[in-house]
């Protein structure tokens, strides 16, 4: 089956699945953080005083959904809720605050920093970016280890072609990971037909044909090498692949940008298909 090739523009991708690849993966992680920060508050007391023998402090379900509006778009997160038996003391979540309603971080700033700490499998600078007043400072000493847990969790399954519905391979005309010059880096991102965005692959090169030799490279060992035209890896800018079915099914990825009409009950993609066992085997540095 060979899929449809069509050029986009660079705002297309960095507004659409760029974004959305983002968007998903913040959902999941401060999701993450949050029942870290519930499960350590209530192991932390699990010694105060009980109350006809039973503990104290418990975790007792979730708060109504809460939207986080951010520049890549509406993150839904669920706030785990701790009771005091005795109803004397009462706990609120350092990671999101109630007051907090927006990330006013700018959507560049946002995706280069997810997509960076991805790569080099740092997590500070992603912190440093979503907290510079240091609300975060509190989940600080698990950081790592939650940052581990979220990476395994992006790569704990394989992405396989039939499972895939489309696949952005975004052109810059620089090196964003490195910061070297000059540079060509094309950024591979697909979409599965769960609806989950997955990130294939970072290719850096200082020559475009340098950099589409191990790309297709890399095509082939996913097993799309048949499916997509040779041609159209040549002299290129940012091409979309869509699969013939998948037409019928097409959306605006502007939807998913800030302003979208909040929806709790809109399901959540999971992230369970990605080729690499580890966030460094994304990265081919020619």
């Not at 970072?202 to 060992?221: K, M, N, W, Y």
Request: net charge positive.
């Amino acid at each position: 089956m060979e899929w449809r090739v069509r050029a986009v523009s660079k705002d297309e991708f960095v507004n659409g699945p760029l974004a959305e690849l983002t968007r998903q993966g913040l959902t999941a992680l401060f999701q993450r953080l949050l029942e870290w920060e519930a499960d350590t508050i209530v192991d932390q007391l699990r010694h105060a005083a009980r109350t006809s023998g039973r503990q104290r402090i418990v975790r007792n379900g979730y708060m109504p959904a809460r939207v986080l509006r951010t520049a890549v778009g509406d993150i839904f997160i669920q706030v785990p809720r701790i009771r005091d038996r005795e109803g004397k003391a009462r706990f609120r979540s350092a990671v999101v605050p109630p007051y907090l309603r927006n990330l006013d971080v700018p959507q560049p700033a946002l995706m280069l920093t997810y997509l960076r700490s991805l790569m080099h499998n740092d997590p500070a600078p992603l912190f440093r970016t979503l907290a510079p007043k240091g609300n975060l400072t509190a989940a600080r000493k698990g950081i790592k280890d939650l940052w581990n847990d979220h990476v395994l969790e992006l790569h704990s399954e394989q992405v396989l072609p039939e499972s895939l519905e489309r696949i952005w391979i975004g052109r810059c005309k620089k090196d964003i990971l490195f910061g070297q010059a000059p540079a060509v880096t094309d950024i591979v991102v697909a979409r599965c037909r769960s609806g989950a965005y997955r990130l294939l692959g970072v290719f850096v090169g200082r020559q475009p044909d340098e950099v589409t030799a191990v790309l297709s490279e890399a095509l082939a060992r996913w097993g799309l090498a048949g499916c997509i035209p040779a041609a159209c890896l040549q002299n290129r800018g940012t091409i979309e692949l869509s699969t013939p079915d998948s037409e019928a099914a097409r959306t605006s990825h502007g939807q998913e940008r800030r302003g979208q009409k909040a929806d709790p009950d809109r399901p959540q993609a999971s992230f369970v298909d990605s080729p690499f066992a580890h966030p460094h085997h994304l990265i081919h540095k020619i």
